[in-house]
């Protein structure tokens, strides 16, 4: 296992336009975390998965955005009609339920989203 | 008031030097303190874990976590220009969630 792995590693895309990003977890943890993360800033929380239900959303969520993680592996990340507000680094990470295992985070390389 | 608060730097020190970098926070309620390195255009990278006040040490890194003045910082010795990223300070509440509440990160550039 190498990892987190997010695939597009970037997107450019026209306002209006749906952009959907993929990330793989490492196999062994059963929870998968989505953080947007813009310029200067640190991460922010968006959605958690514990398996393939998904247990908590943040505010920043809105309508637009939805997330799935259907058989427990892999999860998907959609913008609907993306705003120029949305561009952003949008970063997933997976880690054991445990919480003396909080820390334990394991972060992909995130996908850049451009949105023009 | 943000819950974390982090200097955002840019912060400048030549080779060998001593790094200090630090977080305050206002919520009592936060258990759990990281510290992660990112380099430009990378997701972050998990450097320490504590969960009790009182130092902690791994290599050229000591964590730091003052629980009552709601303090941490972490310490780099014998800094090197590979040092060179922005480094996130991050705590939990150590529920169910896991969720982490980051700062704002600190920008770190190691002269050689």
């Known amino acids: 296992d190498t990892g987190v792995s997010q695939d597009p590693r970037h997107k450019i895309t026209k306002r209006g336009q749906n952009v959907t990003f993929r990330c793989d977890p490492i196999s062994e943890h059963n929870r998968l975390y989505w953080y947007r993360q813009t310029l200067g800033q640190g991460p922010e929380f968006l959605t958690y998965?514990?398996?393939?239900?998904?247990?908590?959303k943040s505010r920043l969520l809105s309508d637009r955005f939805s997330a799935e993680r259907p058989k427990g592996s892999f999860s998907t990340l959609e913008i609907q009609r993306t705003e120029q507000g949305d561009s952003a680094m949008y970063l997933c990470a997976s880690s054991f339920p445990s919480v003396q295992t909080a820390g334990g985070y394991t972060f992909g390389s995130g996908t850049r989203l451009t949105v023009v | 008031q943000k819950e974390v608060e982090q200097d955002p730097g840019p912060l400048s020190v030549p080779e060998g030097a001593i790094v200090s970098l630090n977080c305050t926070y206002s919520n009592s309620a936060f258990q759990y303190f990281m510290w992660y390195r990112q380099y430009s255009r990378k997701g972050p990278e998990l450097l320490m874990y504590?969960?009790?006040?009182g130092n902690k040490e791994d290599g050229r890194f000591t964590a730091q976590v003052d629980k009552s003045s709601k303090y941490i910082s972490l310490f780099i010795r014998d800094s090197q220009p590979s040092d060179s990223a922005t480094y996130l300070c991050a705590m939990n509440y150590g529920g169910a969630t896991n969720k982490l509440i980051f700062g704002t990160g600190t920008l770190l550039a190691v002269q050689p």
């Open positions: 504590t969960y009790s006040s």
């Open positions: 998965f514990q398996n393939e239900a998904q247990l908590e």
